[in-house]
């Protein structure tokens, strides 16, 4: 693990992952596919993923190879990155999401920074100009909200392209939040929104 460790500290190809879900629903508009990235700082009290904290190696993968295993999966709309936190990872982030919107991929991507935080990061422009969607701000708990693609009412969701439209965005206000997905080793997967 110290190996694994040390190259991810020094090495920009590779994305620290939590896991993956080649086709979710919750996760954006149409069928995504969920990169969830290990990692972050905020500790959001009541956060959903708990689990993504800490920013020990857990599933490193190259950024050429997560792109194959995405591109790879039929019938999907785009992808969605959600953690953890992904700026926290902002070059390898970068390196995946170039050749995914080159193939015509969207992209959402969800922080617990604000927009404006994201901007002031070194690197953080170019992150956002590859985002379709922004969901943004640190989960609050005395703030969610149990409608909609945010957790807690503070959060922002951000158009960053013409892409899609205001008249695009009702899935936000599915009552479906929350997707259970079996594994056939009978692992048990939920993702989405913690239902109220």
């Given at each position: 693990m110290k190996d694994l460790k040390n190259r991810r500290l020094t090495d920009n190809s590779h994305i620290n992952l939590h896991g993956i879900i080649e086709k979710t629903s919750v996760n954006g508009?149409?069928?995504?596919?969920?990169?969830?990235?290990?990692?972050?700082?905020?500790k959001c009290p009541g956060c959903f993923n708990p689990e993504t904290h800490s920013q020990e190696p857990r599933w490193l993968i190259t950024t050429e190879d997560l792109y194959n295993?995405?591109?790879?999966?039929?019938?999907?709309?785009?992808?969605?990155?959600?953690?953890?936190e992904p700026a926290l990872q902002i070059e390898?982030?970068?390196r995946l999401l170039v050749p995914?919107?080159?193939?015509?991929?969207?992209?959402?991507l969800f922080s617990g920074r604000t927009r404006?935080?994201?901007?002031?990061?070194?690197?953080?422009?170019?992150l956002l100009g590859l985002a379709d969607i922004l969901i943004d701000g640190p989960y609050m708990e005395r703030l969610r909200t149990d409608s909609g693609i945010t957790?807690?009412?503070?959060?922002?969701?951000?158009l960053l392209t013409d892409r899609y439209r205001n008249a695009d965005m009702s899935?936000?206000?599915?009552?479906?939040?929350t997707e259970l997905i079996i594994e056939p080793d009978g692992t048990v997967i939920v993702?989405?929104?913690d239902p109220p």
């Amino acid at each position: 693990m110290k190996d694994l460790k040390n190259r991810r500290l020094t090495d920009n190809s590779h994305i620290n992952l939590h896991g993956i879900i080649e086709k979710t629903s919750v996760n954006g508009p149409g069928e995504r596919f969920l990169v969830q990235v290990q990692g972050c700082t905020l500790k959001c009290p009541g956060c959903f993923n708990p689990e993504t904290h800490s920013q020990e190696p857990r599933w490193l993968i190259t950024t050429e190879d997560l792109y194959n295993r995405i591109t790879q999966v039929r019938g999907i709309e785009g992808v969605t990155i959600s953690g953890g936190e992904p700026a926290l990872q902002i070059e390898p982030i970068i390196r995946l999401l170039v050749p995914l919107r080159a193939s015509g991929y969207s992209v959402l991507l969800f922080s617990g920074r604000t927009r404006e935080e994201i901007l002031s990061m070194e690197k953080g422009r170019q992150l956002l100009g590859l985002a379709d969607i922004l969901i943004d701000g640190p989960y609050m708990e005395r703030l969610r909200t149990d409608s909609g693609i945010t957790g807690s009412s503070n959060q922002r969701v951000i158009l960053l392209t013409d892409r899609y439209r205001n008249a695009d965005m009702s899935w936000i206000n599915k009552k479906e939040r929350t997707e259970l997905i079996i594994e056939p080793d009978g692992t048990v997967i939920v993702t989405g929104f913690d239902p109220p």
